[in-house]
């Protein structure tokens, strides 16, 4: 039994959300990429199409984080055939919310499902994190949620340095994305390079708050927790359009706080209830309105599952 | 009905853990510090007597923890009558084991419990904080889990800022105390003042999975957590005699790992079980006692009740 053709779903990803800078990520269940993966007669990958990204991504698949985590997965299955991809980004780019993650992982998965699955989720991180360099850095905040879902703690970029962490049942965000580009080296630049001890007691004290707000459930101190950060968001503020009037804004449609989505643009306001986080996405919209900034917007609940198969053909 | 005589008792503290620097302590069910506080004709606070510490420590109440907390909490409540105390150290001091703030909070409860027990518990903290300043800083790490008992995750000064954390049920320390004097405050001139941006992802990272095993409750990853600082040992090894043997004989013994107890010289090696952590302690004397240093040396769990009042007279 052969398969002939194979699509795969990714879902975004919110990494750092505050005080768990580089440490914390998790997925989303609005939002994500789709990849659909056939046998070609071009040797390698080849993409045969994106759409959703406004013609934006390269199609060279050795600039596509898709077709480099769809070579890296050939590579470890060591198949030479030829495989074409088309992409669907159901993503806003240089967003925030791994955009570049998700079709990566998507491609990856996508691949794996053509080849009859020869690799378990897992071992597809590293091939995930290969595509996620060639944008974002070999780092696994984004891509390890994408792939196994939830909200990870991430120690390291192999899978045994990823730890699922509980996801408290009424946890809810409100995401607001605005229209303006964060490149990620450029949010990566302007922050220090070094801390003060004391500001390292303290970011190691509310990461450590965040994970047993997690485990507890209680979503204020999560939000409280979240936002103690002292180092990140101090730095990346001015490339945040509005984020003070954001916050403000959330927390007087009840959310209990806001922090900033990996490198941003991207805010996402911590709230305990669908409905209320359904008014404050409304809100967050309007400030930007008020500023004449477009946005794009939306609630979502973390994505418990991550990235899986949507479907495969038998060739007939 | 007045009292006319109360007996305390406090127990003794780890704080730091490794990773856990300044953020998180724990009260220990084996050693702690007996305060017994009778009226007296003298105005403010007399200390008639201390056992247990070979003549060390100052008899002026001003000068001394206990004393200084239990002339806080007769300021709290307004009472100007005065007060004698007779202290019995049942702790090495200087010895990262929470002595200094044994004392303190001892101290507190005992005049609390004297005066008819006017204040809660966590309404004794800035009491035995002020004591505790007196020696080793103005830091809740250790008077924390001495007052209230358990694992704390501390992140300031107040009630509202310890974090009970749960504990797992088979966590056991075999602990040693080698006979050097590591005062907190050249401990504390050791530390870097700053560390870059990514030694406090990485710290950042542990905390967070320390916090995270001790919910799941799997000894051997918390170990493991704890023993990742990459910060405070490294700068405070010097001042800790064969610490890389004592680590190496723990874990041939059996323990998962091995960390500095607050400021040092102690050690405490992390079990999860009993029989284990004796046979750990064993180990662990052979190494100073092939050093030519005499050594104090326990088995010990979390003490879950913190101090308490252990007796009270009634005025005849």
Chains 1, 2 share one sequence.
Not at 77 to 87: E, M, P
Not at 247 to 270: E, F, N
Request: aromatic share 4%; proline share 5%.
């Amino acid at each position: 039994m052969l398969i002939s053709r194979a699509e795969a779903y990714a879902p975004a990803s919110m990494a750092n959300l505050g005080v768990g800078f580089d440490i914390l990520g998790l997925a989303l269940d609005s939002g994500g990429d789709t990849v659909c993966a056939e046998w070609s007669d071009t040797p390698g990958v080849t993409i045969a199409s994106i759409t959703g990204d406004d013609g934006r991504l390269p199609l060279d698949p050795t600039k596509n984080t898709a077709g480099i985590a769809a070579l890296a997965v050939l590579r470890m299955a060591d198949v030479d055939r030829g495989v074409s991809l088309r992409i669907t980004k159901g993503l806003p780019l240089a967003s925030g919310l791994g955009s570049s993650a998700a079709s990566a992982v998507a491609g990856a998965v996508a691949v794996n499902a053509l080849l009859g699955s020869p690799f378990q989720r897992s071992e597809l991180l590293a091939a995930c994190l290969e595509g996620e360099a060639a944008v974002s850095g070999y780092h696994a905040d984004n891509v390890g949620p994408s792939l196994l879902g939830g909200i990870l703690l991430i120690t390291g970029v192999t899978p045994d340095s990823l730890f699922a962490l509980p996801v408290p049942e009424r946890l809810v965000f409100a995401i607001v994305t605005p229209g303006v580009a964060v490149p990620t080296a450029e949010a990566r630049a302007v922050l220090p390079q070094t801390v003060s001890l004391k500001t390292m007691v303290h970011q190691t004290a509310y990461a450590a708050r965040v994970v047993d707000a997690l485990h507890t459930g209680a979503i204020r101190p999560l939000a409280a927790a979240m936002e103690a950060d002292i180092v990140v968001e101090p730095a990346r503020k001015h490339l945040m359009p509005r984020l003070d009037a954001c916050r403000a804004a959330a927390k007087a449609a009840g959310a209990y706080g806001l922090v900033i989505s990996g490198a941003g643009p991207t805010l996402a306001a911590i709230c305990d209830d669908r409905a209320v986080a359904d008014r404050v996405r409304v809100a967050l919209m309007a400030v930007y309105d008020e500023a004449g900034l477009t946005c794009d917007a939306r609630v979502a609940s973390v994505h418990g599952r991550g990235a899986h198969v949507l479907s495969t053909q038998i060739e007939g």
